[in-house]
């Protein structure tokens, strides 16, 4: 098989909303019988959102790694208290599931816990880790580093550049292989502050878990009436969804050897079909993209970002 038509593994992000339990059953048994290979799991948003706890997120992965897929545990982007920097240590003390590093302290506490140390399983960086350069990139390749999910910002040329696929950053763990947020609403910003609580006029400490009112978040439209950005919790998003189902040669020339999709409440299932469709099996472009387009969908699909643009637009490709 040639660097060109490589095939591109599907990773499922983590969910960045609070879902009711059954949904939150009901999605991951879709996932389970899914073309996806690799499942993100944890609460990377709000600590109050406690549906489940993290020896429930252990019991999925263990039901889900029964199911043939690979399970990482990924941290919290935002550690703000005592009791979620003790959910961050019981995930990096635990030694059966590899960890997804949310931010900065999530490597100090890794380190602690002896994850980093030379013959453990490598970590993977997460998206909101500041990983712009090659040199960063290195450096967290010598921590044990073995997957990195360049910033949501980051074009596909600057991955080629940072991470190339005939050049890659090498350390002790092995090779550092690309994973590149392919599909979904971009998480763009964080903050200490509940946004969602605000809206509805309400503290952060008793925000009364409104956000469990919005499958999908809550939506934010401009004066003149469009979709502009999405309240979730702390968090800020993009309205419209990320895709880059029609960029496999860009992402395989990018470097990129995954993909990663983000969760959202509807159609979800097929949008996986589509991608390994897509990517891997030749459904063509034109194809794979009109049945995106009559989906249910939470948003329209734009692609700015991978190509140096206004995330908000669609690039010609």
Same mark, same amino acid.
């Given at each position: 098989m040639t660097q060109d038509d490589r095939a591109l593994e599907l990773t499922v992000g983590p969910l960045q909303y609070w879902w009711a339990r059954p949904q939150m059953m009901a999605f991951y048994a879709e996932v389970a019988d899914s073309a996806a290979r690799r499942v993100v799991l944890g609460e990377v948003v709000c600590s109050r959102r406690n549906?489940?706890?993290?020896?429930?997120?252990?019991?999925?992965?263990?039901?889900?790694?029964?199911?043939?897929?690979?399970?990482?545990?990924?941290?919290?982007?935002?550690?703000?208290?005592?009791?979620?920097?003790?959910?961050?240590?019981?995930?990096?003390e635990q030694d059966e599931f590899a960890v997804e590093a949310g931010d900065a302290s999530a490597l100090?506490?890794?380190?602690?816990?002896?994850?980093?140390r030379p013959g453990r399983a490598g970590f993977t960086i997460g998206p909101h880790i500041n990983v712009y350069s090659?040199?960063?990139l290195q450096e967290h390749a010598a921590l044990g580093a073995t997957r990195w999910v360049p910033p949501l910002e980051l074009a596909l040329d600057a991955t +080629?550049?940072?991470?190339?696929?005939?050049?890659?950053?090498? #350390?002790? %763990?092995? /090779?550092?292989?690309?994973?590149?947020?392919?599909?979904?609403?971009?998480p763009l910003a964080f903050s200490a502050r509940c946004f969602t609580a605000r809206h509805h006029r309400l503290n952060k400490d008793e925000c009364e878990f409104r956000c469990q009112d919005d499958a999908d978040g809550l939506l934010l439209k401009t004066s003149e009436g469009d979709a502009f950005l999405v309240l979730n919790g702390i968090q800020t998003q993009s309205a419209a969804l990320h895709c880059l189902i029609g960029e496999a040669q860009a992402l395989?020339?990018?470097? +990129?050897?995954?993909?990663?999709?983000?969760?959202?409440?509807? #159609?979800? %299932?097929? /949008?996986?079909e589509l991608f390994d469709a897509a990517l891997n099996r030749g459904l063509a472009v034109d194809e794979a993209r009109a049945e995106l387009a009559v989906l249910d969908l939470p948003g329209e699909l734009v692609n700015g970002f991978a190509h140096r643009q206004p995330g908000m637009q669609v690039a010609a490709v």
């Open positions: 549906e489940y706890k993290v020896d429930d997120w252990l019991a999925l992965a263990r039901d889900l790694k029964a199911a043939g897929k690979e399970v990482v545990l990924a941290t919290q982007a935002l550690v703000m208290s005592e009791a979620e920097l003790r959910t961050l240590r019981r995930i990096a100090r506490v890794l380190w602690q816990a002896g994850q980093l090659r040199e960063a +080629a550049r940072i991470n190339p696929p005939d050049d890659p950053v090498v #350390g002790p %763990a092995g /090779v550092v292989r690309s994973e590149v947020f392919a599909f979904g609403r971009m395989r020339a990018a470097g +990129a050897s995954a993909v990663r999709l983000s969760p959202c409440s509807r #159609g979800f %299932a097929r /949008v996986i």
